[in-house]
């Protein structure tokens, strides 16, 4: 059955919907979903269809993926990440993919879950003598960043140099959050004190991961070949608007999509699993992402990635996992604080397991609940809240029930986790946080059709890369800090919700009480009764 967009209902001449998406964004998708399947909004001059249909989504990011392009809002991420995985697609996107997978496979995680609990430990720490309330979301966005930094360049990589980065790359996803919704690109253009700042710190993190994978590269005698030579010396520079052109894609290095293998051959088991003292070439390894990146090797070329794209899958990584993680654990915390019940839920999993110390890698398969909390956090404030795709090609977007829905190339969608996650239909009472959805009933059942709309990792050859990876560190975080912390919300209201780059809020500030561990290894508990707001 062909399936109209309905039109949405409001829109200014010129600007179309611009100013509803600008001020009042959740809300403004939230309410599509009642024109049906699939609505249209019209942003400036340009047409964009949203579907409301998680069927449809599904559609068009697994069975019709091929049919689609990222959309031009990934352009600011260029600028950034240049030729990095979340900005390219077709062929070159597929390769790349493939040769970073094992970098993040499950067999790793334990060796960065050492990683993430040890900083956990020393990160949350910090909350101690802190009577005043604190910006929960600074501390995790710092243990965040510091933990991926970590994981990627290991013990290579000194205090200052982490430092650098997490001062680095809050700036970036402000400045990517601002420009990406410039649809007229000016903005980045202009002299304002973001774009300084962006420049500035853009230019201190291409200069030190530049510097730590050349150093890596020269450590581990790998041959360099002259692109990486090339690359190196860009590196040094640090001026990123050296090496890229207006569209902020570095020059000179043409359309990727041309470069790679359209078949999406496989990778070589030599790219699996890192670790041991020294390879067939003498490299001193450290068992980190790097070192998987550097090894990964295309199985039917025999090619490895050039030094540049290594520092571009890097920056990828560093974008794709700070915010999306903090935000997430900030939301929970603050959740957590307004729920007695789940909260005591929570305490009672964590001190049974933990007593009081901090999560590790074998806890994980016994901190189910901690997971729940996680997945209902995820679903009421996914990060990646808003994605869109240009069709390549004039297509068929279709799901049983649903109907189809044709597009010409070049036609813009749009679909929010957020909305979908909140469908009322799929679940019930969507704006209550309610971990034990996940326990039994619609939402546990993994066929089930609020399972399929619970899409916050994405699906698809873009899902994130980096899943496995983020459960691992928001679950030990979790349990960490609800095994020794109490953190306690500042105002009467909870934060709102702020439509950034992620979703974000506008007031993360709370208070930490100290859970004191009982005698002789009991479970810990609350030093005070005093009331929760
Ligand atoms: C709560 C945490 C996270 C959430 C909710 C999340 C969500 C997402 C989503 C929705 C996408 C797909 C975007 C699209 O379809 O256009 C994505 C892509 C990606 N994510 Fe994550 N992410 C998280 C953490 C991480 C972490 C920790 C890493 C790395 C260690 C990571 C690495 C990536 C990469 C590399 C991609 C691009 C994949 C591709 O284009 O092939 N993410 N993420």
């Known amino acids: 059955m062909p399936l109209v967009p309905a039109p949405a209902p409001g829109g200014l001449p010129l600007l179309g919907h611009a100013p509803q998406m600008l001020r009042r964004r959740l809300a403004f998708l939230e309410s599509l979903r009642e024109l049906g399947p699939a609505a249209t909004i019209r942003l400036g001059r340009g047409t964009v269809t949203v579907l409301n249909d998680h069927r449809l989504v599904r559609d068009v990011l697994s069975a019709r993926a091929g049919d689609f392009g990222l959309s ?78 970590r994981c990627l360049f290991s013990t290579g990589v000194a205090q200052h140099q982490v430092d650098r980065v997490a001062e680095a790359v809050p700036v970036l996803m402000e400045w990517a959050g601002s420009r990406g919704m410039d649809p007229t690109g000016l903005l980045a253009k202009l002299p304002t004190p973001l774009n300084r700042r962006f420049r500035d710190g853009m230019s201190a993190l291409d200069t030190l991961v ?25 590196s040094g520079v640090g001026e990123d608007s050296k090496d890229r052109n207006d569209d902020g894609v570095r020059d000179g290095r043409g359309d990727r999509d041309e470069v790679g293998d359209p078949e999406g051959r496989g990778v070589s088991d030599a790219a699996a699993g890192v670790t041991g003292p020294a390879g067939t070439e003498g490299r001193v390894e450290q068992g980190d992402l790097l070192d998987a990146m550097l090894r990964a090797t295309d199985a039917a070329t025999g090619e490895r990635m050039p030094e540049r794209q290594v520092h571009d899958e890097a920056m990828s990584f560093l974008i794709a996992s700070t915010e999306s993680v903090s935000r997430t654990l900030t939301w929970a915390l603050h959740l957590l604080a307004r729920d007695p ?16 110390r901090t999560a590790r890698w074998e806890d994980i398969p016994r901190l189910p609940y901690t997971r729940h909390v996680l997945s209902e956090v995820l679903r009421l404030y996914p990060p990646g809240y808003l994605i869109s795709r240009t069709a390549a090609r004039d297509t068929v977007v279709r799901a049983e029930g649903a109907g189809e829905l ?6 813009m969608v749009m679909f929010s986790y957020y ?38 990792f994405g699906l698809g050859p873009h899902g994130c890369l980096g899943e496995g990876f983020a459960w691992t560190e928001m679950t030990l975080v979790l349990a960490s800090l609800a095994a020794r ?19 974000s809020f506008d007031d993360a500030r709370m208070t930490a009480v100290p859970r004191v561990p009982g ?3 009991e479970a810990p508990r609350c030093p005070t009764a005093a009331p929760h707001p």
Request: glycine share 10%; hydrophobic share 40%.
């Open 485 to 503: 912390w109490e953190l306690r919300a500042v105002g009467e209201e909870p934060p709102r919700a702020v439509a950034a780059f992620s979703l």
């Open 406 to 411: 044709p597009l010409a190339e070049g036609a």
């Open 210 to 234: 530049g510097g730590l994978i050349a150093e890596r590269c020269a450590g581990n005698g790998r041959v360099r070949t002259d692109e990486d030579r090339e690359a190196g010396e860009d």
């Open 519 to 521: 005698p002789r290894g």
């Open 341 to 356: 019940d789940v909260r005591a839920k929570l305490h009672a999993e964590v001190d049974a397991v933990l007593a009081g």
């Open 419 to 456: 909305a979908l996650q909140r469908d009322p239909r799929l679940f019930p009472e969507p704006g209550a946080f309610r971990p034990e959805r996940w326990e039994s009933g619609e939402a546990a059942c993994p066929g089930g059709a609020a399972r399929q709309a619970f899409l916050p």
């Open 72 to 149: 031009p809002h990934f352009r600011v991420m260029k600028r950034i990440i240049g030729n990095g995985l979340l900005a390219t697609d077709g062929s070159f996107h597929r390769r790349q993919r493939k040769l970073l997978m094992p970098a993040l496979r499950q067999s790793r995680m334990r060796a960065y879950a050492e990683i993430m609990s040890d900083l956990a430990q020393r990160h949350l720490d910090g909350l101690r003598g802190t009577a005043q309330p604190v910006d929960v979301d600074r501390i995790l966005m710092a243990l965040a960043t510091e933990t991926v930094t």
